[in-house]
């Protein structure tokens, strides 16, 4: 726990980051972005970006290997009136076409298209039934976790710093997100075939 507000001596941690607060679960070793989704733009949201490339720790491996981040996730939450996180993936379950691209969709439990899967080059979360867990049924919060990035990869959510400035920090790295009313909407976009 203390090794949240003092850093660690991990290879490519940066010590003094240049943002270690901003509110909502940020600290010396996690930023995020976030994104507010709404039902009313379409049931089915398609997230897509760049994966920062995270060392593999399958087995148990006493030593990871090096990469742009320790650790990257992907969730959908409640918001902060619940702060419920209803569902993620991370790194390593999240497929990759060869230049690095990802497809996230996020739909409710009833909702999820047939090619949001592995065999297809997509990820599928859940859209929390409860919206923002108060007042909105139809909200979802889209949020991006990195973890220690290396102190050589620029687009890191640290790398932000104010407000407005996520596309210029991130590049690739800040998704975009596209609606669609139905399942079979997204699924007219076909089985993209199979991702790494």
């Known amino acids: 726990m203390l090794q949240q507000w003092t850093g660690d001596d991990a290879p490519g941690a ?4 240049a943002r270690t607060g901003g509110g909502y679960f940020p600290n010396i070793h ?14 089915v ?3 897509r970006g760049k994966l920062p490339i ?3 720790t399958p087995n148990h491996r006493p030593t990871m290997e090096s990469g742009e981040v320790r650790y990257a996730s992907f ?9 419920r996180v209803m569902d993620c993936v991370f790194d390593e379950e999240v497929p990759t076409a060869q230049d ?3 497809t996230i969709v996020a739909s409710r439990i009833e909702d999820p298209p047939n090619n949001a ?5 997509a990820a599928w979360i859940e859209w929390s039934p409860n919206g923002d ?6 909200f979802g919060w889209f949020q991006i976790r990195n973890m220690i990035p290396d102190v050589d990869f620029n687009n890191a959510v640290q790398n932000t710093q104010v407000p407005g400035d996520e596309l210029d920090a991130m590049g690739d790295y800040l998704p975009n997100v596209e609606y669609y009313d139905t399942a079979e909407d997204n699924e007219a976009l076909k089985c993209n075939g199979g991702a790494r």
Request: aromatic fraction near 10%.
């Open 45 to 47: 949201a398609v997230v």
């Open 75 to 83: 969730c959908t939450n409640e918001s902060v009136k619940t702060t």
């Open 133 to 138: 867990g108060f007042e909105d049924p139809d």
């Open 54 to 56: 995270a060392p593999k």
């Open 100 to 102: 690095g691209f990802y």
């Open 117 to 121: 899967k592995r065999a297809c080059g």
């Open 30 to 43: 996690n930023n995020y972005v976030r994104a507010v989704l709404h039902r009313t733009f379409g049931k």
């Open 14 to 17: 940066e010590p003094t980051p």
